[in-house]
């Protein structure tokens, strides 16, 4: 059973920083790829940033470009979103999330387990 927990949330104010992690169990971690994505009030989850189980490869969106970095630590089986820069737009619930092989990397359908999430709320 893979599991899956967020932490490192809270209030910041706009232009600050927050880093979040997402602790994994159950899979071999240093073969499998994560994702992190968040979900507004009111709107659908959206894709953030996604790395692969090397930690070689990342994806990110547009909206995060240049702000936000994913990494992961196969020796502790965590992954990192650092997140710079932020806006009110930024505000939402962040998820981390295991991805099948062979899928998109942007897709939530391509993601398998997720964790509870961690509220981020950015202050303008």
């Known amino acids: 059973q893979v599991q899956l927990v967020e932490s490192g949330g809270g209030l910041v104010q706009a232009g600050g920083s927050l880093r979040l992690s997402c602790a994994a169990s159950?899979?071999?971690?240093?073969?499998?790829?994560m994702g992190w994505f968040r979900q507004a009030p009111g709107k659908e989850r959206e894709f953030v940033a996604a790395i692969s189980g090397s930690g070689g490869t990342t994806y990110y969106a547009d909206s995060v470009k240049g702000r936000f970095t994913i990494s992961k630590d196969n020796a502790k089986n965590t992954v990192y979103l650092q997140m710079n820069r932020l806006t009110d737009e930024d505000t939402a619930v962040y998820y981390c999330?295991?991805?099948?092989?062979?899928?998109?990397?942007?897709?939530?359908?391509?993601?398998?387990?997720w964790g509870q999430g961690t509220q981020v709320t950015v202050s303008s």
């Open positions: 999330a295991t991805k099948r092989g062979g899928s998109s990397w942007f897709n939530q359908v391509a993601y398998d387990y």
């Open positions: 159950g899979r071999t971690f240093s073969y499998t790829s």
